[in-house]
């Protein structure tokens, strides 16, 4: 039985969960080129996310805007790595907080801490945030805020602070280049090349990786050559800013089991890329 994704060759953008991408496609059949655009590592400086932590350990915060998940667990990492003493203390705490989250990553962090959302934005983005905060009262509200990296996100915290809340922000990790120029700029060449059916981004944070490695035209060319493929709204939208048109995106549930459902069922009858002498 022909597998759905046969002879296809996408490359992916992912570092952290590069193994189980590449796994979940393959199973499919497909010829996986392996660029981890960008990796994630903690913070350099740990003393402000401890000091952030010790705020909301003693009650300092009344809610917390989780962007990603990721933010949560290296917050959590931290207190292990550097104050222990302060996880009882920090989960109680945030226990009594309310929780707004981002998307389903967030939320599925919290569960891992045997909590939930008590405000899951609508929709997983910086505007889906703000929309599902529109009702609330925030006038003299304590709010935390998990940022995306090291990204001020100006459109959140000045939305948050016209309501009337006091903001307090932490950056518990940092994006990192996880290819080297050289090797990104292969990739642009192989997809210019007609060489690769799809590319796979599974953060906005890979997309501005990729635009960085060589002129925005260039890059631009090389996806209107290759299929362009989004775990979801975010990278989507991140897309666009660059002017390039996404083919396949999961409808709503915004992991890489249904980023590859979506790419399996664009590609199914498509015809397939001569493999020749691309090396994997």
């Known amino acids: ?94 226990k009594q907080m309310r929780k707004i989250t981002r998307g389903p990553k967030p939320a599925r962090a919290l569960r891992e801490l045997g909590l939930a959302s008590d405000l899951p934005a609508a929709v997983p983005t910086t505007a889906g945030v703000i929309d599902a905060l529109q009702s609330v009262d925030l006038q003299r509200r304590r709010v935390g805020v998990q940022l995306y990296g090291a990204e001020p996100n100006l459109a959140l915290i000045e939305f948050l602070q016209a309501a009337g809340a006091q903001v307090h922000t932490v950056a518990p990790y940092l994006y990192a280049d996880g290819s080297s120029d050289a090797e990104v700029r ?21 997309v501005e990786r990729l635009f960085r490695a060589a002129p925005a035209e260039r890059v631009r060319a090389a996806l209107a050559a290759t299929n362009v493929a989004a775990v979801g709204p975010v990278v989507s939208e991140t ?22 459902a979506s790419l399996s069922e664009l590609l199914a009858g498509s015809t397939s890329r001569p493999m020749g002498d691309i090396e994997l």
């Open 1 to 94: 039985m022909t597998e759905p994704l046969e002879r296809r060759v996408i490359a992916i953008a992912e570092a952290r969960e590069l193994d189980v991408f590449a796994a979940l496609l393959e199973r499919r059949g497909a010829q996986v080129l392996r660029y981890p655009l960008v990796r994630i590592i903690d913070a350099p400086d740990a003393q402000p996310v401890l000091g952030w932590i010790r705020r909301a350990a003693e009650g300092g915060l009344d809610d917390l805007i989780l962007l990603t998940g990721e933010g949560l667990r290296r917050i959590m990492s931290c207190i292990d790595r550097h104050q222990p003493g302060l996880r009882a203390s920090f989960l109680a705490a945030l």
């Open 186 to 206: 292969q990739l642009i060449e192989r997809m210019c090349g007609g060489a690769v059916d799809a590319i796979a981004f599974t953060s906005k944070a890979q």
């Open 239 to 260: 897309l666009a800013s660059y002017g390039v048109a996404v083919d396949a995106m999961p409808e709503s549930a915004w992991f890489m089991k249904p980023l590859t």
